[in-house]
């Protein structure tokens, strides 16, 4: 109305379209538009060239040969090769109409799938960001009834890895649903008899544990898991360092998780677009429909049990492993996967983890993390002086200079050390600390630690209004050896 308006105002389509502040061909189409409603225009329809029942039946016959997925480049192709002459926008026009037709006949019929509360969950895997060289596995799981989403990231998609998933997933959910609907990996299913997927006896003996039945979708067959394939595309989009996020790479499997868990807390708490309502509110309905969660993970497929030393390893074939040093005194899980040695550890509430990850090595080659363990305590050349008595405290507090002298007078023995401390406080306290820690400083310099060298620099320095300095930089080309001039007429 307002495009028609101005039109009507000023009587040109340029002039209407500056007001309006649109083109001035789309004031030419609403024009007309409100030409042909008043019948004043004879409305024309634009015919488009016919093609040839020749080639029209040729691209019908390609259409159901290639399943309504041939591409209108490669159908011109063929056209052009038995004779056609028209051009390639008019056939990709017919290869359109004739794919519509094509789904039209034998597309798929599906009714809306409307979720039960605590009956189904999905998950899959999509590929995480690389850490240390290594790419990450997205383990992406969603309850499909509240559309409460979870990311774990995973070193591997092996069995072990998928059950740690699994299990970490069923804590974030505070419940464990009917069934899970995943693909058909190894790790899930072995075979296929007769369309029938044969379950891996270890993944069935995990869902036995967690009172959960594993079920598989039809293979290639993205759209009957389309909530976990859509948790994948978002996952990536917001997780993984693209050009279109401008994320930068992830220094640690830490990192990545925290990420992981900033971006569950902001999704689940949104609200979703078809139930208008955030997930996390609608997971604490269907949470009197979960199973409760076994208080211990599934550890069959984890390997053997190790208990950690108190210097924080795990022996395994008489080889130390670090571990995390938070681990002491716990039991761990270990298993060898081809030329690593995996450890997972029960994080309590927060289920099975990963831990540590190490090359096999061999017994007297211990194979040691530094970051399994707290930093490490300062060594002779680098600890620091504490004060603990009230004049210690004070000429620490005078400054680096003091720090700085008090580290070398030590180091070279100088008797009555106390004495001299107590001296340099008091003199802080007539003096002031910047003057006395200038002085300290040119002290420990000029390895000056007799009895009055300090009052004696003290004071010279006031006097002259600025800094000692007895040792200037030399350079290569200057020294300070005494010169041989006095040896040239030796032996004359």
Known sequence: MEILEAYDLTGSLRAAAKLAGCDHKT????????????????????????????????????????????????????????????????????????????????????????????????????????????????????????????????????????????????????????????????????????????????????????????????????????????????????????????????????????????????????????????????????????????????????????????QSTVSVGSALYSVPHELIDQRVWVRAQGDELIVVASDGPAGAREVARHQLTTPGRPSIHDDHYPPRPAGALERRPRGRTGDEKAFLQIGQGAERWLRRAAAEGVPQLRRKVAEAVDLSKLHGTEDVNRALETCAQAGRFADGDLARILAHQQQVGGELVLFPARGEDSSLQASTRVWEGFGA
């Open 27 to 310: 004031v030419a189409h609403w024009v007309r538009q409100r030409e042909l409603a008043a019948g004043t225009v004879p409305a024309a329809e634009r015919k488009r060239p016919a093609m040839a029942p020749l080639f029209a039946g040729k691209i019908d016959e390609l259409v159901d040969r290639s399943v309504g997925r041939i591409r209108a480049d490669v159908a011109h192709d063929r056209l052009v090769a038995i004779g056609y002459e028209g051009s390639e926008r008019t056939t990709r026009r017919w290869v359109a109409d004739a794919k519509r037709r094509y789904r039209r006949e034998h597309g798929r019929r599906t009714r809306p799938w409307i979720a039960e509360p605590g009956l189904w969950m999905q998950w899959d895997y999509g590929d995480g960001p690389v850490i240390d060289g290594r790419k990450v596995v997205l383990f992406c799981a969603w309850l499909a009834w509240s559309r409460y989403r979870v990311v774990i990231p995973l070193w591997d998609k092996t069995l072990p890895s998928v059950v740690m998933g699994l299990d970490r997933a069923f804590r974030y959910f505070d419940g464990v649903p009917t069934y899970a609907l995943t693909d058909n990996e190894k790790t899930v299913s072995v075979d296929h008899v007769a369309g029938i997927a044969v379950r891996n006896q270890q993944i069935v003996a995990a869902g036995y544990h967690y009172g959960v039945s594993i079920q598989t979708c039809v293979p290639a067959d993205p759209q009957s898991k389309g909530g976990s394939e859509a948790t994948v595309k978002i996952a990536k989009a917001d997780l993984v360092p693209t050009d279109h996020n401008l994320l930068s790479e992830y220094g640690s499997m830490a990192e990545l998780e925290a990420a992981c868990v900033g971006w569950m807390s902001d999704v689940n708490t949104r609200k979703h677009r078809a139930t208008h309502e955030p997930p996390v509110f609608r997971l604490a309905e269907e949470h009197r429909r979960l199973h409760r969660v076994p208080a211990r993970p599934h550890t069959v497929v984890f390997g053997e049990t190790r208990k950690v030393s108190w």
